[in-house]
Every structure is written in structure tokens, then in C-alpha cells.
Nanobody, 125 residues
Framework: VQLQASGGGLAQAGGSLRLSCAAS????????MAWFRQGTGSHRKFVAG????????KYSDSVKGRFTISEDRAKNTADLQMDSLKPEDTDTYYC???????????????????WGRGTLVTVSS
């Protein structure tokens, strides 16, 4: 499975960006798609994830109420709508897929096994 992330760029604080992640195929070994972020010298941190079976979502506390993740099963895509952006949202964002455990969208990066290339999000103050 190959993942293609797009949509990063430059935004002002308070503005919006929309990221999109497209999977080359939907296979039985994955049913969760998520976005992570990573800064230089840091580990990847969970941002938001969506469960393919029922659109169940999970968000990190830092983005809850500002970011929205959604899926389009026909296109095998998951978009991340980023509103009310803050300078601290600046990072490289990655999409990834995994398999749910007990139906949960997990937040740990090592549990995700296909990753797309990062897309840079820069928010100016």
C-alpha cells in the first residue's frame, strides 16, 4: 500500500489548510488512517485518526475542536481539515494506516505500518 500526502503549505495564524492522504488500495490488513506530526529531532505524535468501518474518530487534545478528519471510501482518502491554525501547529505531517485493536484507533506511531511522505505545514504569527 502506498500513501500519498498532499496539501501542506503556509498559512497565517487563525487560517486554514486541508491535508489529503490517498491510499493506493484498500486491503484487509488496514482499517484505520491517521495523521501524525513530527518536528526536527522529535518523535512522531498522533494528531487525528479515523476508523474505516464506521467513521469513528480520535483527536489529540491539542487539535480537538480545530481539526476535523474525514474519509472518502470511494477514493481511499482521508482528509484533515485544519482550522484556527496556530504557530505551534507548524510541523511536518505524515499520514499512515494501521489495523484497529479491539476497535480502537491507536495513537502510537510504531503500530502504524504504511506511511506516506511528509507534507510541511507552516503557520506564521
Amino acid at each position: 500500500v502506498q500513501l500519498q500526502a498532499s496539501g501542506g503549505g503556509l498559512a497565517q495564524a487563525g487560517g486554514s489548510l486541508r491535508l489529503s492522504c490517498a491510499a493506493s488500495e484498500k486491503t484487509d490488513n488496514w482499517d484505520v488512517m491517521a495523521w501524525f506530526r513530527q518536528g526536527t529531532g522529535s518523535h512522531r505524535k498522533f494528531v487525528a485518526g479515523i476508523r474505516w468501518s464506521d467513521n469513528g474518530t480520535k483527536y489529540s487534545d491539542s487539535v480537538k475542536g480545530r481539526f476535523t478528519i474525514s474519509e472518502d471510501r470511494a477514493k481511499n482518502t482521508a482528509d484533515l481539515q485544519m482550522d484556527s491554525l496556530k504557530p505551534e501547529d507548524t510541523d511536518t505531517y505524515y499520514c499512515a494506516v494501521s489495523k484497529t485493536l479491539l476497535g480502537e484507533v491507536h495513537t502510537s506511531a510504531p503500530l502504524y505500518f504504511y506511511w506516506g511522505r511528509g507534507t510541511l505545514v507552516t503557520v506564521s504569527s
